[in-house]
């Protein structure tokens, strides 16, 4: 049974950096795609990054491009999300996410939030 384990939450100042991971275990075969969505309180879900693990096109949205990294670890099994220049506006529980069907268009072009495999989340919160 696929399982991510998202870790690197914590509590910044606005400015600040944060690092989180998301480990994967429970299976043998590469994900198609990896994602990292956040949802804070009383708003919907939003995706934040993405990467289509074949050819490692990413795709962010607008809100973070140019200060959120997303990268991967293959022989970790591990994915991960380098937040810098935080804002307030960054405060959200970040989840993990992971397909292994999912197609490049709708993994870092369409970027919908169809996965089969989710973490439990990680709290990040801003401060100003």
């Known amino acids: 049974q696929v399982q991510l384990v998202e870790s690197g939450g914590g509590s910044v100042q606005a400015g600040g950096s944060l690092k989180l991971s998301c480990a994967g275990s429970?299976?043998?075969?590469?994900?198609?795609?990896m994602g990292w969505f956040r949802q804070a309180p009383g708003k919907e879900r939003e995706g934040v990054a993405a990467?289509?693990?074949?050819?490692?096109?990413?795709k962010y949205a607008d809100s973070v491009k140019g200060r959120f990294t997303i990268s991967r670890d293959n022989a970790k099994n591990t994915v991960y999300l380098q937040m810098n220049s935080l804002t307030p506006e960054d405060t959200a529980t970040y989840y993990c996410?992971?397909?292994?069907?999912?197609?490049?268009?709708?993994?870092?072009?369409?970027?919908?939030?169809?996965?089969?495999?989710w973490g439990q989340g990680t709290q990040v919160t801003v401060s100003s």
């Open positions: 996410a992971a397909d292994r069907m999912k197609t490049y268009y709708s993994c870092v072009v369409s970027f919908t939030d169809e996965f089969g495999s």
């Open positions: 429970g299976y043998n075969y590469i994900m198609n795609c």
């Open positions: 990467m289509y693990t074949g050819s490692s096109t990413t």
